[in-house]
């Protein structure tokens, strides 16, 4: 399990660095390919575009194969495919480079979570180690792009072998898993749907801030770039935390209090952001941002496999990826509307309609949601 698992993580590590560290490269092909702002954009969009649209196929797949096979598949041939990217001579090529890595890179976090669903111990606290693999992607991103920007070639090789050799080894796993075909039966659960939703909520709270958080504090409310970048770091950090005390309080709370709790935590530091001008309330306020902004994946990533049971976990993530992931899309081009409208007192505010929504949602969810029907 071990393996399986520490294999799992490093995937989904890759997968993230890989759509998450365009926002460094990018600037490289915004030179050599003259990309203008909205090409830039979206680059990121069709591989949000491959992924969702390609994800409850993979999770399909992965209840019916198994993870092992799902995994192999992912994750190798992504890797094959993306050293075209040094080919790429304008943005039309680049845009389907990463539409297919989009729709290849969408098996594995389904496969890794088939594989913490099997493991037979506490469901959330594994899935909460899975998903630390965001935030350290986070922290090494932020902390090493000028690195990543001056040798990006070398950053690109290493993500291209790190795919391709990760999905060779992921024919040597060894994981016992329940199987499942009964596709219509998870796509049209109400709870499912409701659990999904509610992801979507969390994505935007999540993805909204992290993607505006450091460019409104330098260019839209005065705060030094230097502190700045030290804010937009102890977000990184929070955020990786949270990964660490959700596992803990999974143990003694349910999910779905704990899911309720941490949402309306992250909806009252949002609104309490704009009214943090001094740098002795930002830096701790920052800090719990990134812990709230993302202690509630876990416990929701709990549910989506809970409420189906393990046999049906692929399906159901995969499920849950593609509907979530619109709210990883629509909010950052939302917060920026709102900033162009010349609202932007209002902006910070936006990025807590998401989790408002997932936070009304969340009452619908069955209760009684610690099994799911293995049937």
Same mark, same amino acid.
């Given at each position: 399990?071990?393996?399986?698992?520490?294999?799992?993580?490093?995937?989904?590590?890759?997968?993230?660095?890989?759509?998450?560290?365009?926002?460094?490269?990018?600037?490289?092909?915004?030179?050599?390919?003259?990309?203008?702002?909205?090409?830039?954009?979206?680059?990121?969009?069709?591989?949000?575009?491959?992924?969702?649209?390609?994800? @409850?196929?993979?999770?399909?797949? *992965?209840?019916?194969?198994?993870?092992?096979?799902?995994?192999?598949?992912?994750?190798?041939?992504?890797?094959?495919?993306?050293?075209?990217?040094?080919?790429?001579?304008?943005?039309?090529?680049?845009?389907?480079?990463?539409?297919?890595?989009?729709?290849?890179?969408?098996?594995?976090?389904?496969?890794?979570?088939?594989?913490?669903?099997?493991?037979?111990?506490?469901?959330?606290?594994?899935?909460?180690?899975?998903?630390?693999?965001?935030?350290?992607?986070?922290?090494?991103?932020?902390?090493?792009?000028?690195?990543?920007?001056?040798?990006?070639?070398?950053?690109?090789?290493?993500?291209?072998?790190?795919?391709?050799?990760?999905?060779?080894?992921?024919?040597?796993?060894?994981?016992?898993?329940?199987?499942?075909?009964?596709?219509?039966?998870?796509?049209?659960?109400?709870?499912?749907?409701?659990?999904?939703? *509610?992801?979507?909520?969390?994505?935007?709270?999540?993805?909204?801030?992290?993607?505006?958080?450091?460019?409104?504090?330098?260019?839209?409310?005065?705060?030094?770039?230097?502190?700045?970048?030290?804010?937009?770091?102890?977000?990184?950090?929070?955020?990786?935390?949270?990964?660490?005390?959700?596992?803990?309080?999974?143990?003694?709370?349910?999910? @779905?209090?704990?899911?309720?709790?941490?949402?309306?935590?992250?909806?009252?530091?949002?609104?309490?952001?704009?009214?943090?001008?001094?740098?002795?309330?930002?830096?701790?306020?920052?800090?719990?941002?990134?812990?709230?902004?993302?202690?509630?994946?876990?416990?929701?990533?709990?549910?989506?496999?809970?409420?189906?049971?393990?046999?049906?976990?692929?399906?159901?993530?995969?499920?849950?990826?593609?509907?979530?992931?619109?709210?990883?899309?629509?909010?950052?081009?939302?917060?920026?509307?709102?900033?162009?409208?010349?609202?932007?007192?209002?902006? *910070?505010?936006?990025?807590?309609?998401?989790?408002?929504?997932?936070?009304?949602?969340?009452?619908?969810?069955?209760?009684?949601?610690?099994?799911?029907?293995?049937?």
């Amino acid at each position: 399990m071990k393996y399986s698992f520490a294999l799992g993580w490093l995937l989904t590590f890759l997968q993230l660095a890989l759509r998450l560290g365009w926002g460094v490269v990018a600037v490289v092909f915004a030179v050599s390919l003259h990309l203008t702002p909205v090409e830039i954009g979206a680059v990121l969009f069709l591989f949000y575009l491959g992924y969702t649209s390609s994800s @409850v196929l993979w999770g399909a797949m *992965i209840d019916k194969e198994g993870p092992r096979k799902a995994m192999f598949i992912s994750a190798t041939f992504s890797g094959l495919l993306l050293p075209l990217v040094f080919l790429a001579k304008n943005v039309d090529e680049l845009y389907a480079i990463y539409l297919l890595e989009g729709v290849l890179t969408a098996g594995i976090y389904p496969s890794a979570v088939k594989v913490v669903s099997a493991s037979g111990g506490s469901l959330t606290l594994y899935l909460a180690l899975l998903d630390s693999a965001a935030p350290v992607v986070t922290l090494v991103i932020s902390s090493l792009s000028g690195e990543i920007l001056s040798s990006w070639t070398f950053y690109y090789v290493t993500l291209s072998l790190g795919l391709f050799l990760g999905g060779l080894l992921s024919l040597s796993l060894k994981v016992s898993t329940l199987k499942s075909t009964q596709l219509r039966k998870v796509l049209l659960d109400r709870r499912v749907i409701y659990v999904s939703l *509610i992801r979507a909520g969390e994505q935007w709270g999540l993805w909204g801030t992290s993607s505006w958080l450091f460019p409104f504090l330098v260019l839209y409310d005065g705060v030094p770039v230097k502190l700045s970048e030290i804010l937009f770091l102890l977000y990184g950090v929070g955020q990786f935390t949270s990964t660490l005390v959700s596992g803990l309080l999974s143990r003694t709370v349910d999910d @779905v209090k704990l899911v309720k709790v941490t949402l309306a935590a992250f909806v009252a530091l949002v609104f309490a952001l704009p009214l943090a001008k001094e740098a002795s309330f930002l830096i701790p306020l920052s800090f719990l941002l990134g812990v709230f902004s993302f202690i509630y994946r876990p416990p929701t990533d709990s549910l989506v496999v809970k409420v189906m049971g393990s046999r049906h976990a692929g399906t159901s993530m995969g499920f849950a990826n593609a509907i979530s992931q619109a709210g990883s899309m629509v909010a950052p081009l939302f917060v920026g509307e709102v900033i162009s409208l010349g609202l932007k007192g209002f902006a *910070i505010d936006s990025l807590a309609f998401g989790p408002l929504a997932s936070l009304a949602l969340v009452t619908l969810v069955v209760k009684g949601n610690s099994g799911g029907s293995e049937k």
